[in-house]
Structure formats: C-alpha cells, structure tokens
C-alpha cells in the first residue's frame, strides 16, 4: 500500500501548490500538517484550505490535518509515524529580515524535529527538505547541486538558519533517504505574471515604482534568480518521485536564463512608463550604489525615526549584499529528472510581472482592471 505524504507548512505557498497537484496527481494519502497554536485557529486553517483544494468535491478520507508548532518538541506527536512514507518539509519562517532567535528556532531546530520524527517513520522513503539557493550564503562562482560549506558567510539570519538545516539534515539522516530542493525566489505564479504572495522583491518593485527607492545597492550585472511558482513545485514534485539515491537539486534556471539586476530595473521602470500615472510623476531610475555607501545611507536613515525612507532603505538592507554577487547556479542533476524544462523569457516574466502589479495595486486593487 502506498504509505502518507505528510507535508509541513501545506497552507503556505509554496505548499498549498504542491499538496494540489498531489491531490490531483497521485491517489496517495496526505496528512496536511498546518502551524496551529488553538483549536479554532485549527479548524479555521483546515476550512480555508479545504476550499482552496477544493476538498468538499473530492475522496475527503485521502486528506487527514495535523497541526503543531516547529518550535515545540513533540509537533509531530499526533501523527502515526508508521503510515508516512514521504515527507516533504516546508514550512519555515521566509522573512528575509527575521532576527536570528526566531530563524533558528523555526528552521534549523523545526528541521531538527522533523528529523527526528523521520527516524520513527519505518515506512519512509525519503524525506525531501525545501531550501533556497541563499543557502549557498555570499559564495560567489559556481553553486553546484552539492551540500556548501557556509565558509562565505551570509547576508541574513535567514539564508544562515536554511544552511544550518541543510547541514543538520545532511548530518542527521543517516540511514534515512534524503533530498534537499533549494529553490530560487518565486517572482510569479506562472508564466502569466500572476502573484499570489509577495516578497522582498515585490516590495522592492514597489518602491521603485511610487519613487521612494532613489539609489539602490548592487552591480547591474548580477543575475538574479527568480523563478515561476510553477517551476518550484514542478521540481518538488519530481525529486519526490524521481527516487534517486539522497542528494542536492537546484530548482534555479541557469544563470543565462537568468535576467541581470540592470536589466530587471531597466525592464521594470519600461513597464511602468506604460501606466499613464507613473509617468505623470516623472520618476526617475534609482542610482546603483556600492555596498559601503549602501550600509552609510542605511546607518545616517536608521536615526529618521518611522519614516519612509526609513522604511524603504531597511525593506532592501537584508538582502542588499547578494545584489553585489555573482553566482553561477547549476540545475543539470534537477535537469535528469524533471518532465519538462522550458524557462520563460527573463524580460517577458519581469514585464508580465510588473503589469500585473500596476492592474492590482500591488494587491490592494480587489481584481485586476484590465487596461
Ligand atoms: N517562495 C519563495 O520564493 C521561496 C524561495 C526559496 C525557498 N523557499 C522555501 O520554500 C519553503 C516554502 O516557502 P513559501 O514561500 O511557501 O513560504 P510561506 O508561504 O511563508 O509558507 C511557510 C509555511 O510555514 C509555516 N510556518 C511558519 N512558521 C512555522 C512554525 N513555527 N511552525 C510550523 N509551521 C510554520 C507557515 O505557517 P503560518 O503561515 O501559519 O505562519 C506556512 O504554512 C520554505 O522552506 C522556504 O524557505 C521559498
């Protein structure tokens, strides 16, 4: 019989897409495991996700929910360890500006109790960890599908706590099948330009278009590493049945398939020209600064009290040194067993990107108005 898929942070982005196309894939079991501190915030999760995946229409005894805290030791108390057979382990604290206790107790110590609860499963095949290509850190050169070191350092307590769970996984699952998928950051849904969840980069986008980002750190030639949301499950999904030996996949499109960062400013500020708003307020392009100058201006806002400049500076300052580097991420071993690769044109994705954030206000707009 075809053992549990037990999936932690299900609910979040990443993992609402790969529990759907689980759902609509496979006939296997998945016990769906949510962060809860109270039974109503529970029953809340489990109704919101049970319309998302549109449950109600489905085989409801395929879909168990779990809910506990990374955090606490015994999260995973509630679930038979012996009917999982796959763990795919999602769930993290993603704020690139997190403080470092908060990182380390939900990333590196939850995947630690993740790994313990693995070592009961009798039944697991293997237990796939989500990462992210920081966790590669200030390394610049070629990051291969290989554990790292972190000798480089890192630009945030983020990137850190996903190296420190790549090493204990690494360290810890001894006997245990393993895989680490480290996923670049998600600029859309799809090819469409869609975006359901911001991030940094979309604040950053925002910025740049209401003109309170004037200068903005990094050399135009780095490329950035920004992928589909499609893409990143996609590639979940086939490390998850590829079943080769344990091992690092790197879900990135190759560094020519990649825009650089001058490119992605050039192509934001076309795309925004075309709203007749944005033009009327004559904005010009940020100036690139040097990192020094960066940190300067980052120190001489940091006394402006709440202000938006403020505010602007310290939304770009948690990621601001890896604008600066160059990395030349390999995909070939993700390359073997994923179905189809076809990476989107990296100006189309940017432009499709930048249209929809205009049309829907950066979200605030209820539906897109179509222009
Ligand atoms: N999206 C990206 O661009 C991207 C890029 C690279 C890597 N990744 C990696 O992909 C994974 C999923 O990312 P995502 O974008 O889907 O993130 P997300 O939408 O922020 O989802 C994170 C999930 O983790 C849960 N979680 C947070 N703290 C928890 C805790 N203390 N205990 C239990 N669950 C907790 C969240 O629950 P609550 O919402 O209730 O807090 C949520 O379900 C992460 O490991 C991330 O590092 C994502």
Known sequence: MVGARLITGSDGYLGSRVTKTLLESTDAQLFLWVRASSSSEF??????????????????????????????????ATIDPTAVSNIIHLAAVTRFNVDEETARSVNLEGTARVIEFAKNCRNLERLCHVSTVYASGKRSGVIDETPVTGSDGF?????????AAEAELIDKCVGIPWSIVRVATVLADDVTGQVSQQNAVHNTLKLLYYGLLSVIP????????LVTGEFAAD????????????????AAYKRNQC??????????????ETDSSFKKRRILKPLYADISSFSMLSEAVTGFGDGIMKQAVSSVSPFAEQLFIDKDVKNDRL??????????????????TCQYLIQTKWGRASEVVSS
């Open 335 to 352: 390359l073997k067993i994923l179905p189809h690769y076809n990476p989107p044109d990296a100006r189309d994705l940017v432009a499709k």
């Open 43 to 76: 029953e809340q999760k489990k109704n919101s996700m049970t319309d998302i995946l549109d449950l109600r229409s489905k085989d409801l005894r395929r879909v168990e929910f779990y809910s506990g805290n990374l955090t606490e030791d015994g999260c995973f």
């Open 235 to 250: 590639a979940v999904i086939a490390v998850l049945r590829s079943g080769e030996d344990s091992g690092v996949y790197n």
């Open 218 to 225: 990094g050399d135009a030639s780095t490329p950035l590493y």
């Open 259 to 272: 825009i650089t960062l001058g490119d992605f400013v050039d192509t934001a500020f076309a795309t925004f």
């Open 155 to 163: 630009a945030n307590h983020y990137e850190r706590s996903k190296w």
